[in-house]
């Protein structure tokens, strides 16, 4: 019976004078995720609302699972229009509602009604009370309830009525594309996929790169980043994926740095890396997966060894997480199964016996003067091997 949906968001509402702009991106967002939905759908905004109208026959649970997607939208409400041809109408129109969304009657209900429309002859206090009597008439089994209802009957009075009692919860977040744009360092683990969802939740674009290590690494842990990526891609819009060969660097790092320094000496050459290329992209900043102590190249005196060599801010959504944490928001967005495949990434291929936990960011400086005669032309070569993919999950 439903042939259009009310769009709910939460953060747009406070905004200013430049509310419509995220009103703008977010109803952009929700056409884009509607275009892989069989059917054609109108969106449009009007007087704080936005609205979805179905204007062919569609699949309703495959459009409120794409909905669900499009960060922005705290609730999905599927709505019923109705033609204002009186109250009598009206009356009928919404037991006929109550009647086909509600089998079961043995409910407590609550009439909750808005007249946008100002000549409308009823006020909305007068609404809920009439209202609620024919349905009370009409299904003597149900009661009101004013506090707690079972069922929140709303009643919308504009150019035509809206009738709906149903939200279901959205997202959130900010529409994507508002924030600006950001790299993601994105491996074949379970957090840097997450770290990247939370980011674009907030509104950020998303940007990738993955560092490839042939042959210590196959073209299935390649590939396992793309399926990650493409599974981000369903939430933050086409990822910009760049896959950069890496292993000279490491081989490099491997054979003229102490081997308990490699991780940290390693994942400085990657930030360095990646915020080359976040730099000839536009992005605002670096997003990683890390969070504090989780492996030693985490520690705080870690990150701040890491850090030491960006000048982009660098962004860590997951930085008080507990792994169980990151772990249930990984099964919420459908990264984790793929996560888990035994596809090595070229961070556990080199990682040392007993890596440094504290490391002294001046020793690491000094140790990485070992690396002069012939760095700078491999990071040079590293990025020549950039192969950029457009991702999508399209």
Do not use: W
């Not at 259009?4 to 509402?13: D, P, W």
């Not at 957090?191 to 674009?205: C, E, L, N, Q």
């Not at 990150?303 to 928001?329: M, S, W």
């Not at 020549?384 to 457009?390: G, M, P």
Request: net charge negative.
């Amino acid at each position: 019976m439903f042939k259009a949906f009310l769009i709910k968001y939460a953060e747009i509402g406070v905004k200013g004078k430049n509310r419509y702009l995220f009103e703008e991106a977010l109803a952009g967002q929700i056409k884009y995720a509607l275009k892989k939905c069989e059917g054609e759908f109108q969106v449009r905004r009007t007087q704080g609302r936005i609205y979805v109208d179905a204007l062919t026959e569609f699949d309703f649970e495959e459009t409120v699972t794409h909905l669900q997607r499009v960060f922005g939208i705290s609730g999905i409400c599927p709505v019923v229009y109705v033609e204002d041809e009186g109250f009598e109408k009206l009356c009928r129109d919404v037991n006929d509602y109550i009647a086909e969304v509600y089998p079961d009657k043995n409910k407590t209900f609550k009439v909750q009604a808005r007249r946008a429309r100002k000549n409308y002859p009823k006020d909305s206090m007068t609404i809920n009370a009439d209202v609620g009597e024919a349905v009370l008439a009409a299904y003597p089994s149900m009661h009101v309830d004013v506090h707690k209802p079972d069922i929140l009957l709303n009643i919308e009075v504009r150019e035509k009525i809206y009738i709906y009692s149903e939200t279901i919860p959205g997202p959130g977040g900010m529409p994507v594309g508002t924030g600006g744009k950001a790299m993601l360092l994105l491996s074949g683990g379970i957090d840097s996929p997450v770290a990247g969802y939370m980011i674009a939740k907030r509104g950020v674009k998303i940007d990738a790169v993955y560092f490839n290590a042939p042959p210590y690494t196959s073209e299935r842990a390649k590939q396992k980043v793309i399926d990650l990526a493409k599974i981000v891609s369903r939430y933050a819009g086409p990822v910009y994926l760049h896959i950069i060969n890496f292993t000279d660097i490491q081989l490099y790092i491997y054979e003229k740095c102490p081997h308990e320094e490699l991780t940290i000496i390693m994942r400085r050459y990657m930030m360095r890396i990646a915020e080359r290329i976040a730099q000839e992209t536009e992005c605002l900043g670096l997003i990683t997966g890390e969070s504090i102590g989780q492996v030693a190249s985490q520690t705080m005196h870690s990150l701040a060894a890491t850090n030491e060599v960006c000048t982009l801010p660098v962004y860590r959504p997951l930085i008080g997480f507990d792994k169980q944490e990151i772990v249930q928001v990984s099964e919420k967005i459908g990264t984790y199964e793929t996560s888990i495949l035994p596809y090595e990434d070229c961070c556990t291929i080199f990682v040392a016996k007993h890596p440094v936990t504290k490391p002294n960011v001046s020793i690491i400086r000094r140790h990485e003067e070992n690396l002069a005669e012939k760095i700078d032309e491999l990071v040079e070569n590293a990025l020549k091997t950039d192969e950029l993919l457009i991702v999508s999950d399209d």
